[in-house]
């Protein structure tokens, strides 16, 4: 028996992506000086407030910078604030323990008063909102440093991170004011892994960086580089320096730091760390890759190391070994407690992923697959009352009772090998204990992972020791509980809000696709389809049906609001990129549109595709993809790298088909917008650095002309990820950025920063959604959820003198009265529907002309037009089926006696797509009998 295999994340490949979009071709580095630029400029630029309508004066923009997004007012926070993200860092206040901060890798600081019953952001207006790291000062717990940047490396030749920060940011008041220090703006400061403070000088300060190990004598003001690794290649070991540990019982700075990720790492010890650079080799193996460190609070002579394996084998970023020392960590003191060569096949998978490693023990199939992430998951924490209990968090958490010789798994992922999610979720990267925790009265333990913070009561409940235990999905002692109240850390892909804007769904890294509604609120999202999500779709008129996807070209379908899903791939032999756009036509939501290194074509709502073109120009895959509204011919698609391809054959074109190409600049295209009103209007954005990152077309795509504004409303150089125009002002821009919003006035010829107190976060997704006549913007952040606000809130009022218009099959054509007062109100008039046309619009009361085209066909047809932010829905009927039935009986068989019947007879057939009356005959022993059956709505044969 086999069962498919379906991993939740796939973290190198989200790596990998993210600098795709923005590395400029033949570069290894992003160049964070771009952001230091960006947000100086910023400071610069024009202001506006969408909200307000109007711009905003320096005093005004720098008092909502000082407030959070959540206490402006003016953005509402949608979510999920149940649902968290990637948290690498947890603080506990240990005099007041309420007091708890929390750190998403994109989405900043978080504050709780009430042991994390609700959270709220500190640090949304830092500059930079990428967390690795923070510490909090032991004898003034309101003073906290916070490390930016994410420092993981995902291979041996890999020399930058994901995420990069900006240094080390500091407060003394408990997170209300931060400050950047100084002398942490340099490069090597762009990946804090650790910081931790002097347990004997609050001055003392040491962080591991990407070059090293850092100190500061004087509270951060100052600092020196006091050790850097080399590693195989004469530079900085890989990756640079890890994790640190220091002693607490000693009269001097004891510490230790793990160096290196995927060449031989390295642990180092200094026993006067502020005084002399004397930094030796305690523990160091071939085989040994990134290493994480804890040292027993109970007994600080007792020293813990859990290492990830770089060797080329079934243990790949798994485990290597998990060492002890009993001698404060001395050369020649560490013994190995576990290896991955353990006849014990459950103690040496603690860093893989258990449903792989337990496959054939299970009985679904084989399977050796040890492999792991320990590159990107991996810490180790020691219980403050006992040295021998050990945890380890990989992608589940284990725990030993032994020192680290036998483990049992303390909060498991998965529910045994079914890939359903577990009670807690996968990718553990902190562990911390309650300040108070005892081992009696207090078991409490708190975790952050990918999926946001978690805590348990019990930390000494009973784990699973055993692969049958885990194949039959026993439950542990040890109980979960999530913390993520209000926690708003999620980093979406892709997201979209309902036609009536009351729900929103969205793709997101290694929480899937979620959903959330107005009536839940923040923290009623939940998971409608699993993985890392991607983008998504709503057909327009049947609300219902969802599209959603997963990595590459993996669309599902839901006809029933996302309570279930099924593939709609059928016809599809190609793969995309690791975020595979596809949108729904407009005119028809029954059709989209999807691509690889090809593009395709689905006309029955993903049941089946077909090809559309040729091989695509250009070397890259599509990234982008749009259809016009209101002409479904033309269909334009960007490549990832730079190329813009259109078709004005959309309904025709198949794998013979040569799109167009056109070159703007090299780069990834990260998104392609028509304008609402107007399809030879085209937008398109880039997110690579360097050049011009907004572009717009006024011929459908022949043509492109650059639109990053001039002078002060000019925009910085920084990736550009998504268009929108506001259907009731199209010369309203916005774009979303890796800065946040900006907004245009005057269809691109300057911008200024949208300064509604919107988060410097960046904004992956945007979608301008109208409804009686209010324009909504909707903003999805890769760090901050998601988030929406008004945008003409004004006094307009526009109204029609019906919502639905019933014609006849034939073509036909009028007007519509729109009301629109007070004068000065603007008003716009476009279909979404190839067979009905419109034109209007106008400031004040008018009409709109309407056209639409005879129905050919047997069936009734639906079509919607957008009219002054009111939706016109034209219900037309097909033509009338005169044609008489054919009907053709199969059982009982024609002409086939059939005996001893007394009551009733089934009959069973099929007749043809038409309506009517049609004889039977029947012939009996007394003679003939004759039926007339009705078919009253047949179609297909049915």
């Given at each position: 028996m086999d069962k498919s295999i379906k991993l939740y994340d796939k973290p190198r490949e989200a790596f990998e992506f993210y600098r795709q979009k923005r590395l400029p071709e033949g570069e290894t580095q992003l160049p964070v000086e771009k952001y230091f630029d960006a947000s100086e400029k910023m400071s610069r630029m024009p202001h506006f407030s969408s909200a307000l309508d109007r711009s905003l004066d320096s005093r005004e923009w720098k008092e909502m910078s000082r407030s959070s997004v959540k206490d402006s007012g003016i953005w509402s926070q949608l979510g999920p604030g149940n649902i968290g993200g990637r948290t690498r860092s947890i603080l506990i206040n240990p005099l007041n323990p309420e007091i708890m901060y929390a750190a998403g890798v994109s989405g900043g600081v978080w504050k709780t008063n009430d042991a994390g019953a609700s959270w709220n952001p500190i640090t949304d207006f830092i500059g930079n909102l990428t967390v690795g790291s923070m510490a909090m000062d032991p004898s003034s717990p309101d003073t906290i440093l916070v490390g930016t940047g994410e420092g993981v490396v995902v291979s041996e030749k890999d020399t930058v991170g994901d995420l990069r920060g900006a240094g080390i940011f500091k407060t003394t008041d408990g997170g209300m004011n931060w400050t950047r220090l100084e002398n942490t703006k340099t490069a090597d400061f762009y990946y804090v892994n650790d910081i931790v403070f002097s347990p004997l000088n609050r001055n003392r300060i040491y962080a591991a960086t990407r070059t090293g190990v850092w100190r500061s004598l004087d509270a951060g003001l100052t600092w020196e580089n006091v050790h850097n690794p080399?590693?195989?290649?004469?530079?900085?070991?890989?990756?640079?320096?890890?994790?640190?540990?220091?002693?607490?019982?000693?009269?001097?700075?004891?510490?230790?730091?793990?160096?290196?990720?995927?060449?031989?790492?390295?642990?180092?010890?200094?026993?006067?760390?502020?005084?002399?650079?004397?930094?030796?080799?305690?523990?160091?193996?071939?085989?040994?890759?990134?290493?994480?460190?804890?040292?027993?609070?109970?007994?600080?002579?007792?020293?813990?190391?859990?290492?990830?394996?770089?060797?080329?084998?079934?243990?790949?970023?798994?485990?290597?070994?998990?060492?002890?020392?009993?001698?404060?960590?001395?050369?020649?003191?560490?013994?190995?407690?576990?290896?991955?060569?353990?006849?014990?096949?459950?103690?040496?998978?603690?860093?893989?992923?258990?449903?792989?490693?337990f496959f054939s023990d299970c009985g679904y199939g084989s399977s050796d697959d040890f492999s792991g992430q320990a590159w990107y998951d991996l810490v180790i924490a020691v219980d403050p009352v006992d040295s021998n209990r050990v945890w380890v968090g990989g992608i589940d958490i284990f725990r030993s009772d032994d020192g680290g010789i036998n483990w049992g798994l303390a909060g498991p992922v998965y529910k045994g090998t079914s890939f359903e999610l577990g009670p807690i979720h996968p990718d553990q990267h902190v562990l911390v204990f309650h300040p108070r925790y005892n081992g009696t009265t207090n078991r409490q333990l708190f975790v952050g992972n990918d999926g946001g913070l978690y805590r348990t009561d019990n930390a000494l409940g009973s784990v699973l020791t055993t692969i049958g235990s885990y194949c039959t999905a026993e439950k542990s002692g040890i109980d979960w509980i999530s913390l993520n109240n209000n926690y708003g850390v999620t980093q979406f892909y892709f997201g979209l809000a309902t036609p009536d804007g009351k729900s929103y769904i969205g793709g997101t890294q290694d929480n899937g696709t979620l959903m959330g509604t107005d009536e839940r609120g923040v923290n009623g999202w939940r998971e409608i389809n699993g993985g890392d999500g991607g983008y998504v779709a709503i057909d327009p008129n049947i609300p219902s049906t969802i599209f959603a996807s997963y990595t590459s070209i993996s669309i599902r379908k839901s006809t029933d609001g996302g309570a279930t899903f099924g593939s709609a791939t059928s016809g599809i032999e190609d793969f995309g990129l690791f975020i595979s756009p596809f949108v729904l036509d407009p005119s028809e939501p029954s059709r989209l549109w999807t691509g690889g290194n090809y593009i395709w074509r689905s006309v029955n709502g993903g049941a089946r595709w077909e090809l559309a073109s040729s091989l695509t120009s250009g070397g890259s895959q599509v990234s982008a993809i749009a259809a016009a509204p209101g002409d479904a011919k033309r269909v334009i698609a960007g490549m990832g790298d730079g190329y813009i391809l259109r078709t004005d054959d959309g309904l025709t074109a198949n794998s013979e088909t040569f799109w167009s190409p056109t070159l703007p600049r090299r780069g990834f295209v990260s998104s392609i917008y028509f304008d609402p009103v107007n399809s030879d209007i085209v937008y398109a954005t880039y997110s690579t650095f360097g050049g011009t990152h907004v572009w717009r077309s006024l011929n459908g795509g022949v043509s492109w002309s650059a639109l990053d504004g001039s002078g002060s409303g000019a925009l910085p150089d920084i990736p550009v990820h998504a268009i929108v125009a506001d259907p009731a002002n199209t010369a309203r821009l916005y774009i979303g950025t890796d800065a946040g919003v900006f907004v245009s006035s005057d269809a691109g010829a300057s911008w200024a920063v949208e300064n509604s107190g919107f988060a410097n976060v960046i904004t992956e997704s945007l979608q301008m959604h109208i409804a009686n006549g209010v324009s909504t913007l909707y903003a999805f952040t890769y760090g901050r959820g998601a988030w929406r606000v008004t945008v003409n809130n004004n006094s307009c009022n526009y109204s029609l003198p019906t919502a639905t218009l019933k014609l006849n099959a034939s073509a036909s054509n009028g007007t519509i009265d729109v009301k629109a007062g007070p004068a000065g109100c603007n008003w716009t008039a476009s279909s979404r529907t190839t067979w009905l046309k419109v034109a209007g619009g106008g400031s004040s009361d008018g009409k709109v002309a309407y056209s639409v085209e005879a129905n050919k066909s047997l069936d009734s047809r639906i079509g919607t037009a957008l009219i002054a932010g009111k939706t016109l829905t034209v219900i037309q009927p097909g033509l009338e089926d005169r044609e008489v039935p054919l009907i053709s009986i199969r059982n009982p068989a024609p002409r086939a006696p059939v005996n001893n019947i007394t009551g009733l007879i089934n009959l069973a057939g099929s007749v043809s797509d038409n309506s009517g009356v049609r004889e039977v005959r029947w012939e009996t022993s007394r003679g003939r009998v004759e039926l007339l059956l009705s078919v009253l709505t047949v179609r297909n044969g049915v």
């Open positions: 080399l590693g195989q290649n004469g530079g900085t070991i890989n990756g640079g320096c890890f994790d640190l540990a220091i002693r607490s019982d000693l009269p001097g700075d004891y510490l230790l730091a793990a160096c290196g990720s995927f060449e031989q790492s390295t642990v180092y010890r200094n026993i006067k760390a502020a005084e002399t650079l004397n930094w030796i080799s305690v523990l160091t193996e071939r085989g040994m890759g990134r290493t994480a460190l804890a040292i027993a609070p109970s007994d600080q002579n007792v020293v813990y190391a859990i290492a990830s394996s770089i060797e080329n084998n079934n243990y790949r970023s798994a485990l290597y070994a998990v060492f002890r020392s009993g001698d404060g960590g001395s050369p020649g003191s560490w013994t190995s407690q576990t290896r991955n060569s353990s006849s014990s096949k459950f103690n040496s998978a603690i860093l893989s992923t258990p449903p792989l490693a």
